[in-house]
């Protein structure tokens, strides 16, 4: 049974995965364009679809390193990203499919003292559980929802304050 630290950790993780807020990771993909999926602008070398697929290969490998097995590496076909990331529409359902195994991983914690165990990060550290759900699930979502939110925006026209 989750604690109550294990509770607020999935809480805001949910939240920078797909909360209403204008900062969340699917928020922003949501005002995402057809268009602007694969546009890298002037002096650039990322697209949004290049972001989602590096953030949904972390979720996997994230999950795999700290939950799961351990066995993947970065170049596993289990991985991933290529075919999932194809489109939008497919990127966010794998996306949430990440999201919900990684959760899981979390979920599954048997009670709030396994915040403090060590686990293996995705490129291969040890670190605190707690550690790698706030900078590796959170953090990673809410700084990259910001890139997309830039580049979507930079795209549009729209780059700039209200």
Same mark, same amino acid.
């Given at each position: 049974m989750a604690g109550q630290a294990i509770d607020h950790y999935l809480s805001l993780m949910d939240s920078a995965f797909a909360g209403p807020d204008w900062h969340s990771l699917l928020s922003?993909?949501?005002? =995402?364009?057809?268009?602007? &999926?694969? &546009? !890298?602008p002037s002096g650039g070398e990322r697209s949004i679809r290049d972001i989602v697929r590096h953030v949904g290969r972390v979720k996997v490998m994230a999950h795999d390193q700290a939950f799961g097995a351990?066995?993947?590496? &970065?170049?596993?076909?289990? !991985?991933?990203?290529? +075919? *999932?990331? $194809?489109?939008?529409?497919? $990127?966010?359902?794998?996306? +949430? =499919?990440?999201? +919900? %195994?990684? %959760?899981?991983? =979390?979920a599954a914690l048997a009670d709030d003292a396994e915040l403090a165990r060590p686990r293996r990060t995705n490129w291969g550290e040890l670190k605190e559980t707690r550690w790698i759900i =706030? !900078?590796?699930?959170? *953090? #990673?979502?809410?700084?990259? $929802?910001? +890139?997309?939110?830039?580049? %979507?925006?930079? #795209? *549009?026209?729209?780059?700039? &304050?209200?």
């Open positions: 922003n993909l949501n005002t =995402v364009a057809p268009s602007d &999926w694969t &546009w !890298v351990g066995t993947l590496t &970065w170049d596993d076909p289990l !991985v991933g990203g290529d +075919e *999932q990331t $194809a489109d939008l529409a497919s $990127a966010i359902a794998w996306l +949430e =499919v990440c999201q +919900e %195994r990684l %959760r899981g991983g =979390v =706030v !900078v590796t699930m959170i *953090q #990673h979502d809410l700084y990259h $929802a910001g +890139e997309i939110n830039h580049l %979507r925006s930079l #795209h *549009q026209g729209t780059d700039q &304050w209200e």
